[in-house]
């Protein structure tokens, strides 16, 4: 599909935080919530794929691409501004989110009385605030901030964090999300240090009941599949899916067998 009728907007959140989203296709709502260091623009390889079904909301998260940020950071804030874009659309919706945006979407969960499902790719780890390495690359991070090294931040985040291959980091290089990537690196390490909040209080996660599709890569890190597995237990009405040969970054690498995914489970669960 042509996307012809991609429509670029923006609402205000509880905070007053300006926030940004493109809006394209036709369908049932679909609200797309990217992880760390990325913008709307992660979503370009399936919006073709998905916008001849959904009506599809691609967001900037605060602090990144065209959407204002707070003075101080707070995650509840990320929970609030998906509550109200969700709030905004005025039907039944769901929501697809990455990464930090998988946590961002189950912290917002509760807040959203028209939420209908759920699809969830590889969620931070829980309890990962814990582990010494990761800590120190936090704040590796932070030094090449203070010294203006932008790619040095988000080469730390996806190679040496998350293991993300250099052939497929060459790959995000080609896209339009690399440059969203960079502007946003000061926001990488805020969000890394907030990235398990989803996860404090594990029993509260069972009250949600929408139905939910966790995605997991057959390559993925083996702390991605030990959280999907404890998430897959709590949440009542939840399925995994394997995607085959995938990684963390499948709407990337394999954006056909990730797009084919999504609207098999949200046409199948009508």
């Known amino acids: 599909m042509t996307l012809t009728n991609r429509i670029y907007d923006k609402i205000i959140s509880s905070d007053g935080t300006a926030l940004a989203f493109e809006r394209a296709g036709s369908g049932s709502a679909l609200i797309l919530v990217h992880g760390t260091g990325a913008d709307h623009t992660r979503w370009t390889a399936i919006l073709s794929r998905l916008a001849d ?4 909301f691609s967001i900037d998260r605060r602090g990144r691409g065209a959407s204002r940020d707070a003075v101080n950071y707070d995650i509840q804030r990320e929970y609030e ?11 039944p919706v769901d929501i697809l989110g990455h990464s ?3 946590a961002v979407v189950l912290g917002a969960a509760p807040m959203i009385p028209n939420l209908r499902r759920l699809i969830l790719y590889e969620p931070p780890m829980l309890r990962e605030q814990h582990n010494p390495l990761r800590m120190d690359l936090i704040r590796r991070m932070e030094e090449a901030l203070a010294r203006g090294d932008r790619e040095a931040v988000v080469l ?7 293991h993300v291959p250099l052939v497929a980091i060459d790959m995000m290089r080609a896209t339009p999300a690399w440059t969203g990537q960079l502007e ?11 990235s398990d909040a989803y996860g404090q209080d594990l029993e509260s996660l069972k009250a949600i009941r929408a139905q ?4 997991l890569g057959s390559e993925s890190m083996e702390s991605f599949r030990a959280t999907t597995e404890t998430l897959l237990g709590l949440l009542p009405n939840s399925q995994l899916k394997i995607l085959p040969g995938q990684q963390h970054s499948a709407m990337l690498t394999a954006p056909d067998l990730f797009a084919s995914e999504v609207s098999r489970f949200l046409l199948d669960s009508e």
Do not use: C, V, W, Y
């Open 53 to 56: 079904q959904f009506k599809i």
């Open 81 to 91: 501004d998906i509550a109200t874009i969700a709030a905004s659309l005025q039907e």
């Open 100 to 102: 930090f945006g998988a």
């Open 156 to 162: 730390i985040l996806l190679n040496e964090m998350l």
């Open 184 to 194: 946003a690196a000061h926001t990488i390490p805020r969000e890394l240090r907030s």
């Open 212 to 215: 939910t599709l966790f995605l």
